[in-house]
């Protein structure tokens, strides 16, 4: 008789929104991590700890750098 472990029911929790934290190893739902890496850093704190900066930090500065008020001037 097989039994198989996969299927409605067998498991109390969802596992597929678990994700262990890449920084602290911390198992974590992905859908409540602040972290705008939430696939895999439990927490902003984490993320910025590992990676120097966060995600959200840098793509803020991407979008004022992208808006250089472009008046370049034709060099002829
Ligand atoms: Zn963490």
Redesign the pocket.
């Given at each position: 008789m097989v039994d198989t472990p996969i299927g409605p029911g067998s498991t109390g929790m969802n596992l597929n929104h678990i994700k262990v934290?890449?920084?602290?190893?911390?198992r974590?739902d992905w859908r409540k991590s602040p972290s705008s890496m939430k696939m895999t850093?439990?927490?902003s704190?984490?993320e910025k700890a590992d990676l120097g900066f966060t995600l959200e930090a840098l793509l803020r500065y991407e979008r004022a750098a992208a808006e250089p008020e472009a008046e370049a001037t034709p060099a002829v």
């Open positions: 934290c890449a920084r602290c190893n911390l974590y850093y439990c927490s704190l984490c």
